[in-house]
């Protein structure tokens, strides 16, 4: 553990901490001269303890675009030592400022990610997450730097170099996207590397992952594969991780992001275990604080004391963005649930996709993938028809499973996995 003393701190101190330190933040942005925080606070009451946080207004994503560049900085640019920028679907990107006391924080909470991995310093450590604008690759590397491991700073993309570092070099850590970490250990298996890659542990993340696609990965590199949470408006990764102890809910780290679970219509706190939107509130940014800012990320808390011993607040791996929900004639779904159906089946490889076909009048959802080795094709069309069972059991109407041979399926080497396409004419989606 990187730091025991903080992440096994009493629920009483832990209390008082989060008080302390939402008190102090609400009274300096209340002091704040910029016109946006003005407005923010305007009428807020100074708050006395952390329950008095259902008081504070949220923060959604539309206010940090209006926002661009810096409206929302509390401090001048100039005293930044950094910015990263979430990569907007449309439009501007968001920008987010560090001072050097936020990256302290980005590498201390990125740190404590290592001790959650089972990491030790002296480790070799791959670092696949994209260096740049993006928060991966750089916060991963100032964790990792931290925690006192060597890191390999190998970015995205060029996946066949990669497969040769990791041999090379030595590494027993790994961080990647799980899609990533999936290409790379097929790309191993074919460059006949795998014996000579001992990686020991993946902290994979930045995008939806089903317990499926755990298991897929852990069986093709032989290592815990973690799930690790962020977001760039709060500090990129290193919000929540899991432990090797605690696998399946991952630690919120809370002293730093406070966490509340609301119904998205609402607003309202929902009851503890129920599914909701999670809302996260910066206690100790200095740059760019963010009180109550709506993730648009689902989960739902799991309150569950941990082996390990960690006493961070626990929550549900992110089911997905409600954005991305899926509503496949009336029923509500989300793509890392349909992941999770395909990629139970053994036969399948990790490569799906979920094609919404739009050209009749009521949309029909086809899942693409294929199949894991060339042993597997006589058994294609039984894979076919168990999928499209269970499928049609969870939700309630058909849908066709298409399963291509084995390496069928297009690979992306850059950024997040892309799961769901739209077909509207007779192109292809998948090319
Ligand atoms: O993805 C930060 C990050 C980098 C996290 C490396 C983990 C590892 P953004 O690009 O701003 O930041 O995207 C944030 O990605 O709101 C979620 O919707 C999604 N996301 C991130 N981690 C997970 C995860 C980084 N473990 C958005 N499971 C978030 C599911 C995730 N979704």
Redo the contacts with the bound molecule.
């Keep these: 553990m990187y730091q025991p003393e903080l992440e096994t701190m009493s629920q009483g101190a832990k209390y008082q901490l989060q008080s302390d330190r939402l008190i102090s933040l609400v009274d300096r942005l209340k002091a704040s001269e910029v016109p946006y925080w003005q407005d923010k606070m305007a009428g807020v009451a100074a708050v006395k303890s952390i329950d008095d946080i259902t008081k504070l207004p949220f923060t959604v994503k539309a206010e940090m675009r209006n926002a661009f560049p810096y409206g929302m900085l509390t401090l001048p640019i100039s005293e930044c030592n950094r910015i990263h920028a979430?990569?907007g679907t449309s439009g501007k990107p968001t920008i987010v400022g560090y001072t050097r006391g936020d990256l302290d924080v980005f590498a201390e909470v990125n740190a404590r990610v290592l001790g959650c991995a089972g990491a030790r310093p002296g480790d070799v450590f791959h670092n696949a997450?994209g260096y740049g604008l993006?928060?991966?690759g750089l916060?991963?590397h100032g964790g990792a730097e931290r925690f006192g491991v060597t890191v390999v700073p190998a970015s995205g993309g060029n996946s066949a170099f990669q497969v040769e570092l990791l041999a090379d070099l030595g590494a027993r850590g790994l961080?990647a996207t799980p899609s990533f970490s999936l290409l790379l250990a097929e790309r191993a298996e074919a460059a006949g590397l795998m014996d000579r890659i001992g990686i020991e542990y993946g902290i994979l993340?930045?995008?939806?992952?089903s317990e499926s696609m755990r298991t897929k990965i852990e069986a093709a590199w032989g290592i815990d594969a973690l799930?690790?949470?962020?977001?760039?408006?709060i500090i990129?990764?290193g919000v929540a991780m899991e432990s090797v102890a605690a696998k399946g809910a991952p630690f919120i780290f809370d002293d730093h992001f406070y966490p509340e679970i609301i119904d998205p219509k609402t607003g309202d706190p929902v009851l503890d275990g129920t599914q909701g939107e999670l809302v996260l509130t910066t206690l100790t940014k200095e740059a760019m604080p963010v009180i109550r800012y709506r993730?648009?990320?689902i989960t739902r808390f799991v309150d569950e004391p941990s082996e390990c011993g960690r006493t961070f607040r626990r929550m549900d791996?992110?089911s997905?963005?409600a954005d991305d929900m899926l509503i496949i004639r009336g029923v509500n779904v989300f793509p890392s649930e349909i992941e999770a159906v395909v990629l139970a089946e053994p036969g399948v490889s990790g490569q799906w996709a979920i094609i919404l076909d739009k050209r009749g009048t009521l949309a029909e959802m086809v899942v693409r993938c294929e199949l894991a080795t060339a042993q597997d094709i006589p058994q294609r069309d039984n894979i076919r028809e168990r999928l499209e069972k269970v499928l049609h059991s969870r939700l309630r109407s058909r849908t066709s499973v298409l399963i291509g041979d084995p390496g069928s399926m297009p690979r992306s080497e850059l950024g997040?996995a892309k799961r769901v396409f739209e077909r509207i004419d007779e192109t292809d989606p998948l090319g």
Excluded: M, N, Q, V
């Design positions: 979430s990569s997450y993006f928060t991966g916060g991963l961080c993340g930045a995008e939806p992952w799930d690790i949470y962020g977001l760039s408006e990129g990764p993730t648009g990320d791996r992110i997905g963005r997040k």
